[in-house]
């Protein structure tokens, strides 16, 4: 199928979409969002899909929520149609997402990356939660996970000021897993996919789950949580099959991926 603001390819187990607004620098207008939402659902679904990338451009991940189409909006509109509900289907994704992100991810756009799972920067990479020059604030989580990632002063100057912060910054302070140069940003967020998607996919998203669990919930109940799932891994196949694997010094060879 094709879409209008995005380019969505397969390789192997991985897919990849490419936001595609490069004239508005990938600016999250509706259609984009809806586009996104609906093809991670389909791959969320598909059993040939283990992980999913979103890139965008060298120039910009994504430059915020777009703001013309924002422009007129009222809040009766933008709370009666749940504007930014769409969000929601992001994070709710099971299967890992790697953001890939390359030049500007400002606003909605840093706030699209941080609903994924890994951030891997380009060295260009620029974040940022610009909004208050606009006279507004973050709505899609940049108070939330900024903080939970960075901590609360960065977050707190980062929102307060608008200030944007550079590729090295964000990996010192923990909002990348790590930064790559600009032109082997693709091929590194690829491998790192089909290195996920290589594992039993059941196993992947229990350790998603149980990683999220951990920031909705107290410590020992994220343990408890996080036991139980270990212990119904025991009642697969897979579980069997890794073991033995390593025992008789030979790869693995797992079914459910
Ligand atoms: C709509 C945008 C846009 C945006 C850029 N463009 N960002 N259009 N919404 N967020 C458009 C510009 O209008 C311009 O279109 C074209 O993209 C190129 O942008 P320039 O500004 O000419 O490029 P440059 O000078 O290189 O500056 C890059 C930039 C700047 C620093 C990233 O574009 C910028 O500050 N953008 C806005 C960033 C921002 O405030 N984001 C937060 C949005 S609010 P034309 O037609 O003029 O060529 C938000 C709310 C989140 O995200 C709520 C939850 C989702």
Avoid: W
């Avoid at 608008?162 to 010192?172: N, S, T, V, Y």
């Avoid at 091929?187 to 059941?202: G, L, N, Q, W, Y």
């Amino acid at each position: 199928k094709e879409y209008a603001t995005l380019i969505v390819t397969r390789e192997g187990k991985v897919g990849l979409i490419t936001l595609n607004r490069p004239k508005a620098l990938n600016a999250l207008n509706s259609q984009l969002v809806g586009e996104l939402c609906e093809v991670l659902n389909i791959f969320d679904k598909d059993p040939e899909i283990g992980c999913i990338v979103i890139t965008g451009g060298e120039k910009a991940f994504a430059a915020g929520a777009d703001i013309k189409e924002m422009q007129s909006k009222t809040s009766v509109e933008a709370y009666s149609t749940a504007f930014l509900a769409p969000y929601d289907t992001i994070a709710a994704t099971r299967k890992p997402i790697i953001a890939a992100v390359a030049g500007y991810a400002l606003g909605g756009g840093c706030e699209l990356a941080m609903s994924c799972d890994i951030i891997l920067a380009a060295e260009n990479a620029v974040f940022g939660q610009p909004e208050i020059n606009l006279g507004i604030m973050p709505g899609a989580g940049g108070t939330q996970r900024l903080t939970r990632a960075v901590g609360k002063a960065k977050a707190m100057e980062l929102c307060l000021t608008g200030r944007q912060m550079f590729a090295d910054e964000a990996e010192r302070s923990n909002l990348v897993s790590r930064i790559v140069p600009v032109e082997s940003l693709h091929d590194e967020a690829m491998k790192t996919a089909s290195k996920i998607a290589d594992f039993p996919v059941h196993v992947v998203m229990m350790i998603k789950e149980s990683i999220n669990r951990g920031f909705v919930t107290t410590l020992s109940e994220g343990v408890r949580f996080e036991r139980n799932q270990f212990y119904s891994l025991f009642a697969t196949e897979d579980q069997k099959e890794g073991m033995a694997a390593f025992i008789e010094k030979r790869k693995p060879q797992f079914k459910n991926r």
